[in-house]
C-alpha cells in the first residue's frame, strides 16, 4: 500500500492546532507537539509496505523468491 500523505498533512494539522489550545504551560505544550508529531510521522511510515525481490548464487541451493510486508 502507498504511503498516505494527505492523511499524514490532516494529522499534523490536527496536532498543531492542539498545540495551540495548550498556552497555560509552554513546557508541556512542547512536548505534547513533539509527540504527537513523532506518532502521526510513525504511523505514516508503518503504513507502507515494503516489496522486495531475493536472489542467490553460487551454490547448488540457489534460491530466489519475493515478498512483501509491513514495516514494523
Known amino acids: 500500500m502507498p504511503l498516505n500523505k494527505p492523511l ?12 495551540e489550545q495548550n498556552t497555560s504551560n ?7 507537539l513533539a509527540k504527537g508529531l513523532a506518532n502521526a510521522i510513525e504511523k505514516y511510515v508503518r503504513s507502507g509496505t515494503v516489496t522486495t525481490s531475493v ?3 553460487g551454490s547448488a541451493v540457489a534460491q530466489t523468491g519475493t515478498g ?3 514495516i514494523t
Request: proline fraction near 0%; avoid cysteine.
Open 55 to 57: 536472489i542467490t548464487a
Open 26 to 32: 509552554k513546557n508541556k505544550a512542547q512536548l505534547d
Open 68 to 70: 512483501t510486508g509491513v
Open 8 to 19: 499524514l498533512v490532516t494529522e499534523i494539522v490536527s496536532v498543531l492546532k492542539k498545540a
